[in-house]
């Protein structure tokens, strides 16, 4: 079943949490919230919910208006940061619970909801744990059980709080993988929040990313990372290099008209997509290199040009082809270059190898 | 054993002393009196000791005693559960206020507690003639007694709650009800179950003062034996008429009751510590398959 | 911060409502009537009542046991704290429940238990008064007996989580500068605790001060010297003197009220103090 979100506004006391967001989320898609803390990505997700109530706006259900329909009635499947797992009853209750609290009619007999359970206990690869309790289990199997719990209703969508924001690195990576897998054979839509980039960029069909209660782009996660729509993305997706025009003219040119606005052009490049060389060309800038070390597959290369300190990743192939070492005097160039003036986006431009300026 | 003495601890005989100086107050001051009311219960012995439990106004002021409690109580729970849902699921203008004004009773004499309820219920009191009419009896009568009972324990079931309840916070009843749990559902099935020892705790803190009162409860009451006077109006009638035997018999029954009381509590206590200590636990190691 | 809309979980009108109206009917109105019925009287009339010389002496019988016995308490208070949570001896997790005895046993049990035994002919009195000739039952010192009964629990309950809560390594730290055991006590662990003993000392303060239960029996209850206040306003009932029980609850009631919120200051003092951490003040009277 599709979401669909129009115009939804929310504040609390003077703090905007949500700025006139609008999204729609067809069946069968996962979409990542994205956004620095406090960006209304989980104020966002409660409204959908139904768990907080948007002071202007709609929330659509498959076209049908959802807006003041009760969360119980909604049908949504909720995973919270902290599990929210009921302590006091076994894993086992805690996946039946929503079949038992279904009214008489509906409510399945104690034989199917033991199939029912057990059946989704297996597909979280726990129903070795039925009879223990949630505080006998580690974080990763909390969160495993929250889920199947949460499709014990059988949801018409999934929503989920940074579900794998408490687990450690190997397990959350194991779970991300899991978590798609599970997607990809529900066919609902699904939507879940989080503040890891990384995470956002490997699950997700599609990403939002969000900024102080808007939306500041939305896009498969290669859109987002190779193309920002705005500094803000830029920043947040990734490190990046910021050039100004006023030091470094040539990189972030843009009109004289332009120029004599405000904000000061600022050209955008990341780390992987300069290019160095060792002889000077029309447009590259000259730099000195500070620092060359080796992290993993790549090698980071701290330079400096006009006392500011710009970061340059090459592969351990291209590092060998240039043998670099701190203090000797380098030529920069461009391969992927956004300039902002703003948050409003002035020029992109993508360059050959050795293509000069 | 380490020669080096623990930088965080006194010497051997300043502990010595500290140790020796706090049991010899904790004896003089608590553990005394405890034995005294037994030994003078049974200072002339056991039979008649016996004998004036058996007193038939003794055994009514026992009786006295329990409907009070039993009547209040439950009143009482109701209101503590109201009123920590409130404050502890919900964000509302003058919560803290709320919050103060449940302490009050604590702040207020027995005393003056009871005279209160005589200024409206009394003779010379707002609904005194309108009562006085029509035959109906408040003050010096049981209903006036329970209602400066309710008043002496309104605090104790919703001071136990409020923290309780904050520190749960309302995930899980989010969860019931994403869940499709209707309201009672939800309380029954996940609220009620997370508080229940807090509850108790505070039934047992709220009843050891419900058969307890005196200073409130005798303002009120006619001190009527047999009639109107619970076991507490009763150890200072028997005190005062120099039934030295008598008095101390039914103190011992308030004397058991505060040793259950204190056997209970500590239980409780022990209970909900190891659930938060079970819920504060490292989490298992991480294992992510079979 | 209210939401005009749907909260997601229910009864929030129904609980505050109900809390609201049981407050309301059990404790606000007649509070408000209290404070009703002295004001119908003339400010001179009341005053004259207040401040009657045998209402003067109740004053400072009343409030000069309970401080003094506030006082008692939160000395001992403090080392009893100390010695349950610092040191190990055997039967620590009977004596700690002990401590709460005077919250669990009735008052009345509690005054003619104390009377007995300070009585001239009782376990303690034969010795104290028969030996040293010195009076405490049926004598201003009894009271401050009694009221030190009551109130210890009140300044152990308080002052012992803030004990458990300090952290070894501040204590190591003052003595791997040189403090001697005395002066780390004084200079570091004092000022930790001193905000948490000064409530415990308010509140078995507070609750002294309108204690009746325990007193009645062991004050002798002689006007002028050993008659408390609440016991005037119920000698006052008595004498059907309803207007004058009025005026001496209402001057017990404004100084409890100012007391309580001395309290809740000291408590939010405290919890602000020691940034983030929670005090448990422990209010059970």
């Known amino acids: 079943m599709s979401i669909e979100v129009r115009n939804i506004s929310k504040r609390f006391g003077n703090f905007v949490a949500l700025d006139n967001i609008s999204l729609e989320i067809p069946t069968g898609e996962l979409v990542a919230l994205l956004g620095p803390s406090g960006c209304g990505k989980t104020t966002l997700l409660r409204i959908i919910a139904g768990m907080e109530s948007s002071d202007t706006g709609q ?221 000077a060309s029309p447009g590259a800038l000259s730099a000195g290199v500070l620092h060359v070390q080796a992290i993993g597959p790549l090698v980071r290369v701290e330079v400096e040009h006009q006392g500011e300190i710009f970061e340059v990743e090459l592969t351990r192939e291209q590092h060998q082809a240039l043998a670099l070492a701190a203090g000797e005097t380098v030529w920069l160039r461009p391969r992927n270059l956004r300039v902002f003036q703003g948050d409003r986006m002035v020029s992109a431009q993508t360059f050959d190898l050795g293509a000069g300026i | 054993m380490s020669a080096v003495r623990r930088v965080n601890s006194e010497s051997r005989p300043v502990r010595w002393a500290l140790l020796t100086l706090a049991f010899l107050f904790l004896f003089l001051f608590l553990g005394l009196p405890l034995l005294a009311v037994f030994a003078e219960a049974l200072r002339q012995g056991f039979g008649p000791y016996a004998a004036a439990l058996a007193e038939p106004d003794t055994l009514a002021a026992i009786r006295l005693t329990v409907v009070v409690a039993l009547l209040v109580l439950p009143l009482n729970l109701v209101f503590g559960v109201a009123a920590a849902w409130a404050i502890a699921k919900f964000d509302f203008r003058g919560k803290s206020l709320l919050t103060t004004l449940i302490d009050l009773p604590f702040a207020v004499s027995p005393v003056v507690a009871g005279l209160l309820f005589i200024l409206i219920f009394g003779r010379q009191g707002w609904f005194g003639p309108w009562l006085a009419e029509h035959d109906i009896k408040i003050i010096f009568a049981l209903p006036g007694m329970i209602i400066a009972t309710m008043f002496i324990t309104v605090p104790y079931i919703a001071r136990e709650l409020i923290p309780l309840m904050q520190a749960q916070g309302k995930d899980e009843e989010e969860a019931a009800v994403s869940l499709g749990a209707s309201g009672w559902q939800m309380f029954r099935r996940v609220s009620l179950p997370n508080i229940k020892w807090g509850l108790l705790y505070g039934v047992i803190l709220a009843n050891a003062r419900a058969m307890g009162e005196f200073g409130a409860v005798s303002v009120v009451s006619g001190h009527v034996r047999g009639e109107t006077n619970t076991l507490p109006l009763h150890v200072e009638i028997l005190y005062n008429e120099y039934n030295s035997v008598g008095a101390f018999a039914a103190a011992s029954v308030l004397g058991l009751l505060a040793l259950v009381t204190l056997l209970a509590k500590t239980v409780v206590e022990w209970r909900m510590a190891r659930e938060t200590a079970m819920l504060n636990a490292e989490l298992p190691p991480e294992k992510t398959d079979k | 911060m209210t939401t005009k809309k749907h909260r997601v979980l229910p009864g929030f009108g129904l609980s505050l409502g109900y809390s609201l109206v049981y407050l309301s009917l059990l404790v606000l109105i007649p509070l408000g009537g209290l404070i009703a019925r002295s004001a119908q009287m003339s400010l001179a009339e009341f005053w004259a009542i207040a401040t009657a010389e045998r209402a003067l002496a109740a004053y400072r019988v009343t409030f000069g046991c309970a401080l003094l016995a506030a006082i008692v308490n939160a000395f001992f208070g403090l080392l009893v704290a100390w010695v349950l949570v610092r040191y190990d001896f055997w039967g620590k997790r009977f004596v700690d429940a002990f401590v709460d005895l005077p919250f669990a046993l009735p008052t009345a049990v509690a005054g003619i238990t104390l009377t007995t035994l300070y009585a001239a002919n009782g376990w303690i009195g034969q010795y104290v008064e028969g030996v040293l000739g010195y009076k405490v039952a049926f004598a201003p010192p009894g009271i401050v007996v009694a009221l030190i009964f009551i109130g210890i629990p009140f300044v152990v309950r308080t002052v012992q989580p803030v004990i458990e809560d300090i952290e070894p390594e501040v204590e190591e730290a003052a003595a791997s500068l040189g403090a001697t055991r005395a002066q780390t006590f004084v200079k570091v662990l004092l000022p930790t605790l001193f905000p948490a003993l000064l409530t415990g000392f308010a509140l078995s303060f507070s609750r002294a001060v309108g204690e009746y239960g325990s007193v009645i029996f062991i004050a002798g209850n002689m006007p002028m010297v050993s008659e408390i206040t609440p016991l005037l306003i119920i000698s006052k009932l008595e004498q059907y003197d309803v207007a004058g029980a009025t005026v001496l609850a209402v001057v017990m009631l404004v100084i409890s009220f100012v007391l309580l919120l001395g309290i809740n200051l000291l408590q939010w003092w405290a919890a602000n103090r020691h940034s983030g951490r929670h005090v448990d003040a422990g209010v059970q009277a």
Do not use: C
């Open chain 1, 59 to 279: 929330v659509l259900f498959h076209g049908e208006e959802a807006t003041h329909v009760h969360t119980r009635e909604r049908r949504v499947g909720f995973v919270f940061q902290h599990y929210a797992l009921f302590r006091h009853m076994t894993v086992f209750e805690n996946v039946a619970f929503g079949l038992r609290v279904k009214p008489r009619a509906e409510r399945p007999a104690e034989g199917e909801i033991r199939e029912r359970v057990t059946r989704l206990l297996q597909l979280v690869q726990l129903d070795w744990l039925a009879d223990r309790y949630p505080s006998q289990l580690s974080g990763g199997q909390r969160q495993r059980i929250a889920l199947a719990r949460a499709l014990a209703v059988e949801p018409k969508v999934l929503l989920l709080d940074e579900p794998f924001g408490a687990l450690d690195t190997q397990v959350r990576k194991e779970l991300r993988r899991w978590l798609r897998r599970l997607h990809d054979e529900m066919h609902i839509a699904s939507v879940f929040v989080t503040h890891d980039q990384e995470e956002a960029l490997e699950v997700a069909d599609r990403v939002v990313v969000m900024n102080k209660g808007r939306i500041e782009q939305l896009g498969t996660p290669d859109e987002v990372y190779s193309a920002p729509a705005s500094p803000f993305v830029y920043r947040f997706l990734g490190n990046v290099n910021v050039f100004r025009n006023r030091v470094h003219g040539q990189w972030a040119e843009v009109d004289r008209a332009e120029q004599a606005g405000k904000d000061e052009a600022l050209a955008f490049v990341r780390p992987h997509d300069i290019e160095i060389q060792r002889d």
